[in-house]
């Protein structure tokens, strides 16, 4: 079992920008495939960004360019830089992990973006 707590949400004006974090309660982030999704009142969670643990990368349309995914093996943190912040990011956060059947979720962050 694994426990991922999302941090770093917040108020932020447009063009502004924030940085999420993710901790593990052990250490997955170097192989287990890592992610973050958003989500908005009466939508689908929506794919953010991907991080494998063979290092590649997959980001939405929508926020390539602006927001960066990494993860720090050591600290059991993945991080979440997010940039040039508009309206239309807010949502709520989730991290999430994944390896073969496991799939594990964190309890969310509040992102808003004022405008």
């Known amino acids: 079992q694994v426990q991922l707590v999302e941090s770093g949400g917040g108020l932020v004006q447009r063009g502004g920008s924030l940085r999420l974090s993710c901790r593990a309660s052990?250490?997955?982030?170097?192989?287990?495939?890592v992610g973050w999704y958003r989500q908005t009142p009466g939508k689908q969670r929506e794919l953010v960004a991907i991080?494998?643990?063979?290092?590649?990368?997959t980001y939405a349309a929508s926020v390539q360019g602006r927001f960066t995914i990494s993860r720090d093996n050591a600290r059991n943190t993945m991080y979440l830089q997010m940039s040039s912040l508009t309206p239309e990011d807010t949502a709520v956060y989730y991290c999430n992990a994944r390896r073969y059947e496991a799939d594990y979720w964190g309890q969310g962050t509040q992102v808003t973006v004022s405008s």
């Open positions: 052990r250490s997955v982030f170097g192989i287990y495939a």
């Open positions: 991080l494998t643990s063979s290092a590649d990368i």
